[in-house]
């Protein structure tokens, strides 16, 4: 059974830095992408940012230029740099893969990062 464990969320300052990371266990086959998302509370879950087989990135807006990430292909690792945190990146932040030819998505159960102004 395929499981993603995202950890590295807590509350932090605005300004500050967190460093989520991501990993999988159990067998995915050909993955085509690793993402996180989040949910702030009364909202619809968004897209923060992904990374393909590539390396190739693509971000939200509103994170460009202070969130990055990263992965490590071999062991189905993906990380979430968050720099010069905002009190609106406040949510729960969601791990995602995409992968074989069907796309099957699986999820992790979020991680709560809270920024105080």
């Known amino acids: 059974q395929v499981q993603l464990v995202e950890s590295g969320g807590g509350s932090v300052q605005a300004g500050g830095s967190l460093r989520l990371s991501c990993v999988g266990s159990?067998?995915?086959?050909?993955?085509?992408?690793m993402s996180w998302y989040r949910q702030a509370q009364g909202k619809q879950r968004e897209l923060v940012a992904t990374?393909?087989?590539?390396?190739?990135?693509n971000y939200a807006d509103s994170v460009k230029g202070r969130f990055t990430i990263a992965r490590d292909n071999a062991k189905t690792t993906v990380w979430l740099q968050m720099n010069s945190v905002k009190p609106e990146d406040t949510a729960v932040y969601y791990c995602?893969?995409?992968?074989?030819?069907?796309?099957?998505?699986?999820w992790g159960q979020g991680t709560q990062v809270t920024v105080s102004s």
């Open positions: 159990g067998i995915i086959i050909s993955i085509n992408s």
């Open positions: 995602n893969v995409d992968a074989g030819f069907t796309h099957r998505t699986y």
């Open positions: 990374i393909d087989s590539g390396g190739r990135t």
